[in-house]
């Protein structure tokens, strides 16, 4: 008998607590209406991911409250690696950051342009302009006041807060690293491949030399 047959059953009295159930004149008692010729529960049943769209983790099934702090460290062990690799890279992207006090690599063009912005100046740029506006806002919550001019090799002199910058321009690049893990996850790759993920982006050379230099 079919699950949806078993639905459609209407309830007509019971003996002994059994109940007795008619679908198109025939007559079962509630224990054949309620399960299948197998004996198993048709309500039960897992009913398989029709039509699914797309890839990546299936939906995880809501964890019960922990009770102890041992249940509860069970419970969200899978976050541990990418705790661990956070703090591995707030040492990669902040260790010796203001070490040197000159212009170095992008900052003479980040830095000039988000001058710009801090001066209500209009410049023409073909990259898109969140990453500069960001260089800006570095700036503005810093104390800067937009007057140094950027050139390459050149040393900050002490009005402008160059370390306060790249910490917090820096601080974005902290948070990449949890980022690709994350993402690893939720497309489906296995550990293994998130671990290399959260590793090639917390040790890559561009990301790090970018992320601390780019004020």
């Not at 048709?42 to 939906?59: A, C, F, H, W």
């Not at 069970?74 to 040197?100: A, D, M």
């Not at 023409?124 to 006041?145: E, I, Q, S, T």
Request: glycine share 12%; hydrophobic share 40%; aromatic share 14%.
């Amino acid at each position: 008998m079919s699950e949806d047959k078993a639905r459609r059953r209407t309830g007509k009295g019971g003996q002994e607590g059994a109940g007795i159930y008619e679908s198109h004149g025939e007559k079962e008692t509630l224990f054949e209406a309620v399960y299948d010729d197998d004996g198993k529960d048709v309500y039960s049943k897992i009913r398989p991911v029709k039509n699914r769209v797309g890839s990546g983790r299936l939906p995880q099934p809501p964890t019960p409250p922990a009770t102890t702090i041992g249940e509860f460290l069970w419970q969200n062990l899978e976050h541990v690696p990418p705790i661990v690799y956070t703090l591995l890279s707030c040492w990669t992207r902040f260790h010796n950051i203001g070490k040197s006090n000159f212009v170095v690599w992008d900052e003479a063009h980040f830095g000039k342009f988000g001058s710009h912005y801090l001066k209500r100046e209009f410049y023409f740029d073909v990259h898109p302009p969140l990453g500069k506006m960001l260089v800006g806002l570095a700036g503005a919550l810093a104390g800067y006041d937009g007057t140094f001019d950027f050139k390459s090799g050149a040393e900050y002199p002490e009005t402008v807060p160059y370390v306060a910058m790249r910490v917090m321009l820096a601080t974005f690049g902290v948070g990449m690293v949890p980022l690709g893990w994350y993402t690893a996850v939720e497309l489906g790759m296995s550990q293994w491949a998130s671990h290399l993920v959260a590793l090639m982006v917390l040790f890559g050379a561009s990301f790090a030399t970018n992320v601390r230099d780019s004020c």
